[in-house]
T-cell receptor, first 115, second 114 residues
Framework: DAGITQSPRHKVTETGTPVTLRCHQT?????MYWYRQDPGHGLRLIHYSYGVKDTDKGEVSDGYSVSRSKTEDFLLTLESATSSQTSVYFC??????????????FGPGTRLTVL | SQKIEQNSEALNIQEGKTATLTCNYT??????LQWYRQDPGRGPVFLLL?????KEKRKERLKVTFDTTLKQSLFHITASQPADSATYLCALDEATDSWGKLQFGAGTQVVVTP
């Protein structure tokens, strides 16, 4: 596996509480992504980062914020968790290759349950 | 609206046969398309990438075709083995910027029986 870890791996929380998920990479890749995966929807991009302090919104960013203060860490924060944010969250990284076409390497995922 | 469609029904196939999976897209102009494998409880793993100007790509027992006229990619697993049982995801990138943002289909589960 590419050097990507996610923490925590499992979390149960209550509606209205803030939650922060961490993605850590040891590959020194420039690009990092947060996805959520729900049955029938596939992976949907929440936020992504193209460098330290450079982030942007993806397809389903409402209710989420991110930060990247170091190349190796990308944090996803649920500002006030809701039951609709119960999901499996995946972090991915991507490097730079000739032609700019990059495969993504995924972390093991975090299963989040919001009660 | 934009859609990426993969067969939602599981594909059950006998060992040794060829599995063929379909990825159809609507209202996208992908610069390239990727296929990933996902095992239960794990993150997706990259398998193959094919560019818009390529018709076919092969890697060992895997073959991908890309038809931009039909807006379709086919993914073939030849001489399938029980270890090939997994969910296979297609993903496309329109490459409107260089950030590598992918749009994923929901995946098709493949079950290979001995």
């Amino acid at each position: 596996d590419a050097g990507i870890t996610q923490s925590p791996r499992h979390k149960v929380t209550e509606t209205g509480t803030p939650v922060t998920l961490r993605c850590h990479q040891t590959e020194n890749h420039r690009y990092m992504y947060w996805y959520r995966q729900d049955p029938g929807h596939g992976l949907r991009l929440i936020h992504y980062s193209y460098g330290v302090k450079d982030t942007d919104k993806g397809e389903v960013s409402d209710g989420y914020s991110v930060s990247r203060s170091k190349t190796e860490d990308f944090l996803l924060t649920l500002e006030s968790a809701t039951s609709s944010q119960t999901s499996v969250y995946f972090c991915a990284i991507s490097g730079t290759k000739a032609g700019g076409y990059n495969e993504q390497f995924f972390g093991p995922g975090t299963r989040l349950t919001v009660l | 609206s934009q859609k990426i469609e993969q067969n939602s029904e599981a594909l059950n196939i006998q060992e040794g046969k060829t599995a063929t999976l379909t990825c159809n897209y609507t209202n996208y102009s992908p610069a390239y398309l990727q296929w990933y494998r996902q095992d239960p409880g794990r993150g997706p793993v990259f398998l193959l990438l094919i560019r818009e100007n390529e018709k076919e790509k092969r890697k060992e027992r895997l073959k991908v075709t890309f038809d931009t006229t039909l807006k379709q990619s086919l993914f073939h697993i030849t001489a399938s083995q029980p270890a090939d049982s997994a969910t296979y995801l297609c993903a496309l990138d329109e490459a409107t910027d260089s950030w590598g943002k992918l749009q994923f289909g929901a995946g098709t589960q493949v079950v290979v029986t001995p």
